[in-house]
């Protein structure tokens, strides 16, 4: 076990890649050489981390000698292409795409649920999709004590888990709006500004979107239930960071509004924020910048026996996405695992 | 029975009242007078209707001699206070408030579910809250042949909901954080630009809103099923025009995809728009100053046995308010009850 680490961040130039060196900086992650990668077009980009005045190099196999973790944050194209180059040159990859997160042999993992899954690693750990990160943290603690009979979730999801263009699409329709000009969609389908969309990642073949279809099954496997009841409608609103869901969970005892918020409160990273007189819950412009996943709105589900509904909010580039890999490369560290 | 019809509409200044008169313009409606009563604020100003220019007058209790249909959309308040006048003065109340709802003496009607209702009024019709319209309409016509056991509903409700001061309120925010400036919300709890809000109308007890209790006791007295589990979250998004609602359905028995689009797609009033292939589902810009509710993502629900998913989305002013009055009004002509 070193005192310190060499890490590489791919993708160190996106929105996920800057969060994470911002977060490694504030928690005193042991770092040695700080290695940004990223496409050929950023190559040469000089970026301050701390007191480090650091170069972007392009993202090629040959990136990884003498790397001991290296966080992907690009495309699926580029982890694909590259994620199995980093782990032949000895890293331990953190993946934050979609490429290997349903393999047999990559622990999809949220520290707080199933941080025991990095034993069996083989090189690769994903980190799940952004709604699915606070979703499980949320419901685990009260999940281990009476299960969950079936989760029904709608998201709100911000632009920044599309990248830096999506807000900056936002940014640019919203002004078109406003000055009365005709807005042109690129990043999105359609007009995000002043709008929502039912859409988040491409359609398959069910009728359920890809980004639907990672909530359902990364939470079946983070939880270790592969047959857990679970359905979801993912949908994009114009908001810049902070990622909303609105969940009705079944149990399957009865639970008490009161029993159900000890048990979230006593779950680490969480905060409730749940003063309903006072007008007091989360929202994504409160929880943006923040670590902690945010509940609020508890109250039992009118229309079934042992059903909760409740509103989180969790910040997408943190939480759902440089945090918690960050978190894994800190439990991997604490369990000499790397 | 007449060939005109004296109507009055409180409210005639605001944003449903104004939808009012330009639908009854556009469907011809057979109105002989047109009162525009608002508050003494708005008293004196001068209104285009058609090709008539109209003179707004204080509502006060003795705005409704003459008058056969009164269009009340005010606050709770004012159909509070006003109602019972125009009823005396011998009009029909068609309201739009809260206030008279669910009295038992009161139909509460969607014209395309439960139009027989209007045959044992009493002087006040209400209309429902503009979530309920839409998913009545749309889940009617399959409950009849495949009795609903449970729904759950989360919304994405645009601000002229809340009327021209929370519209108001969007455009100003949006500039203000788009030049770096401070907000400050007064119509909202909160900051309503680049957010989203868990909350429409105020807290109940229960931890549910005001506006949520309205879905649940609502869509059970249209649909005359007092029993009906149905739960909601409201949310209140920064759109202007358009109510969107994210709906999974469980019914008695099985049903397909297929089959719960061609009942849907043969209820009145409805456009089913649903090609996922090509990225194309109903969004409130697209439908904003349409009549019909549109319906897409319809697809089973992973989670639970004769289970449908599917996203609707109204436009609140219309369908939602005024379209659905005028409808009512239409409807009480052909019956001939007024």
């Not at 800057?18 to 190559?43: N, V, W």
């Not at 902690?292 to 508890?298: E, F, L, P, Q, S």
Request: glycine residues 6%.
């Amino acid at each position: 076990m070193a005192d310190q680490y060499n890490v590489a961040i791919v993708g160190a130039t996106g929105l996920v890649g800057q969060e994470f060196l911002k977060i490694a900086m504030q928690r005193g992650f042991p770092a040695g050489e700080l290695r940004l990668l990223a496409s050929h077009r950023s190559a040469g980009k000089k970026i301050t981390v701390g007191e480090r005045e650091l170069e972007v190099q392009e993202a090629t196999s040959k990136s990884f000698e003498g790397i001991d973790i290296a966080f992907f944050s690009a495309t699926t194209e580029v982890s694909t292409a590259l994620v199995p180059a980093a782990v032949k040159a000895g890293a331990i990859v953190i993946d934050d795409s979609s490429a290997w997160r349903m393999e047999e042999n990559v622990p999809l993992v949220v520290p707080e649920v199933n941080a025991a899954d990095l034993e069996g690693h083989e090189g690769i750990i994903s980190i799940p999709n952004c709604p699915t990160t606070p979703l499980c943290q949320v419901l685990w603690p009260v999940h281990v004590v009476n299960p969950i009979k079936r989760i029904i979730v709608d998201t709100y999801q911000s632009v920044s888990g599309a990248g830096a263009s999506a807000v900056n699409e936002l940014n640019e329709q919203t002004r078109q709006v406003l000055d009365g000009h005709a807005v042109s969609p690129h990043v999105f389908p359609h007009q995000i500004a002043f709008n929502v969309l039912p859409q988040v990642d491409v359609f398959l073949g069910s009728g359920y979107t890809k980004e639907e279809w990672k909530i359902i099954n990364e939470t079946r496997k983070i939880m270790h239930e592969p047959e857990l009841a679970i359905s979801a409608t993912a949908v994009r609103v114009p908001v810049y960071t902070g990622h909303s869901e609105s969940v009705h969970v079944e149990f399957t005892r009865p639970i008490n509004v009161e029993d159900f918020t000890k048990l979230v409160h006593a779950g680490p990273g969480i905060t409730i924020q749940d003063e309903a007189a006072v007008n007091v819950y989360p929202t994504p412009r409160s929880v943006a910048g923040k670590d902690d996943t945010y509940v609020g709105r508890i109250r039992q589900d009118q229309s079934v026996d042992s059903g909760i509904a409740f509103w989180l909010v969790s910040d997408n580039l943190r939480k759902g996405a440089a945090l918690n890999a960050i978190q894994i490369a800190e439990e991997l560290i604490a369990r000499k695992l790397v």
